[in-house]
């Protein structure tokens, strides 16, 4: 089975900015325009970095045990809700539940993390699935959460590093981006692609573009496939 089509839906300031805190502009008028653009992309979930899911989850220190372990996959939900997947490698999240607003969170760990760990989210209904020995094998990964919950189209919704990771490994179909009508202008804020490693650029087949009432440019893209790059596993995640 293929991994599933990914599309990296950001929202942005027109200098490529990713920390809306710092916008001129209500949280409700960006997440309107951001939520908007989602529900016409027809996805089954989306994917996250441990970082952006702090927002809606607690964390702590990392659980990590002496070396890796192989082990199966767990998996607690069914393929009837869309997924929620968080990579959080070095098992910091803390969740309380599988629900994450309706969707079945899956957490995605690296095999040095412990078991006490693993058996402790799979307890309170979270799926957990395993990227390797370092928690960065994104396609084989992404490829066995497709299987088990029947999910075709997912959104990569950030942070940079993630999307710098998926974008270095060849794994973002298309990209949909939303520039909001401001200029954030402080230099080392996080952009859209952030990847610390060596990483090729990549050449985009314009899909469409559109203007929404309050000034906001959705541009969606295709991204031209580079099969030299393809499912290259990365550490910079």
């Known amino acids: 089975m293929q991994r ?4 990296c839906h950001m929202i942005t300031s027109l200098d490529g900015r ?28 989306w994917i996250v970095g441990r970082r952006t899911m702090e927002d809606f989850i607690a964390s702590a220190e990392p659980c990590i045990s002496t070396g890796p372990v192989p082990r199966p996959d767990l998996i607690a939900g069914s393929s009837g809700n869309k997924v929620a997947i968080c990579f959080d490698r ?20 690296s095999e040095r993390v412990a078991d006490d760990h693993v058996q402790d989210l799979y307890a309170r209904g979270i799926s957990v699935f395993f990227a390797g020995a370092e928690g960065t094998d994104l396609s084989g990964a992404l490829t066995r ?17 993630l999307n710098g990771a998926f974008l270095a490994a ?23 692609y952030e990847h610390t490693q060596p990483c090729d650029a ?3 087949e314009l899909i469409s573009s559109s203007t929404f009432d309050d000034g ?9 496939r580079d099969t030299s790059h393809r499912d290259r596993n990365d550490s910079d995640i």
């Not at 497709?146 to 590093?161: I, Y």
């Open 4 to 7: 599933p089509f990914i599309i």
């Open 18 to 45: 990713l920390l809306p805190g710092r916008w001129p502009a209500s949280e409700e008028e960006v997440m309107t325009a951001y939520e908007s653009a989602a529900e016409r992309l027809n996805n089954d979930g």
């Open 90 to 109: 070095s098992g910091r999240l803390r969740p309380e539940t599988g629900d994450l607003d309706g969707d079945h969170l899956v957490i995605v760990l």
């Open 145 to 161: 959460i497709s299987e088990a919950f029947d999910c075709r189209r997912l959104l990569l919704e950030g942070g940079g590093t």
């Open 170 to 192: 060849d794994m973002i179909d298309e990209t949909s981006t939303l520039v909001f009508p401001v200029i954030d202008g402080q230099s080392g804020i996080p952009s859209i």
């Open 202 to 204: 990549r050449r985009l």
């Open 216 to 224: 906001t440019i959705w541009i969606r893209h295709k991204v031209i």
